[in-house]
């Protein structure tokens, strides 16, 4: 760990506990010193952690679980705080796990991280190669996929959800991709009443989170 001054001195007033740099391992580091250790434009407060990366969670440890359980599941979703927007509405209404792609998919950040709010270190999140063959396994499991998409006839309230769903979201702008689109069960979308007619993902994924979750 490499802190600041001020850094320090928030983690003893935050933690309540009288850091000092030789108990604990810390280094202590003029600011700018510290900033240089850290990626461009970096939002930190005074305090850097170095960790290692987190493990990529097995789907099919995931779909062995019984009960009632939700996965998301993003297509080519590529904004780190779209994804870590979407991870803390997953882990506040109990979400199961997070899906995306290996590639065309943000990598752990720290503003994926920030965005999260400490759900990137609380969701499994599983990274596979092909999101068409990973909702297969998924409907051998027993889950039933849906899509959200803003062209569907169908609105997401009026879809009878089971107790296992896999809910599928696009990216902004070009949505769910055809074969993502063709391996959902059904495709839902949320009714607007604005003009502007839309919403950005993470906001429809919490909506749809709550959807799912509220009904008994």
Request: with cysteine.
């Amino acid at each position: 760990m490499v802190v600041s001054e001020n850094g320090l001195d928030a983690l003893r007033q935050h933690l309540g506990v009288d850091w000092t740099t030789d108990a604990f391992g810390i280094e202590e580091k003029p600011r700018q010193e510290l900033e240089a250790l850290l990626p461009p434009g970096a939002v930190h407060q005074g305090v850097a952690l170095l960790v290692r990366r987190l493990p990529n969670a097995a789907l099919d440890k995931i779909v062995e679980g019984e009960g009632r359980s939700l996965i998301l599941v993003l297509d080519q979703v590529t904004d780190p705080q779209n994804v870590g927007a979407i991870l803390r509405s997953a882990e506040a209404f109990g979400a199961a796990a997070l899906v995306m792609q290996d590639r065309h998919a943000p990598p752990e950040s720290a503003a994926m991280a920030k965005a999260a709010s400490g759900a990137l270190e609380r969701v499994p999140v599983a990274r596979v190669a092909n999101i068409a063959h990973a909702l297969d396994q998924m409907k051998a499991h027993g889950y039933w996929s849906v899509g959200l998409a803003a062209e569907a006839d169908t609105v997401l309230s009026d879809v009878d959800m089971g107790p296992r769903i896999a809910l599928v979201l696009g990216a902004e702008g070009s949505g769910l991709r055809r074969l993502t689109a063709e391996r959902c069960d059904v495709l839902a979308r949320l009714p607007m009443q604005g003009a502007v007619g839309s919403l950005n993902v993470s906001n429809a994924a919490a909506v749809a989170l709550y959807e799912f979750f509220r009904r008994p």
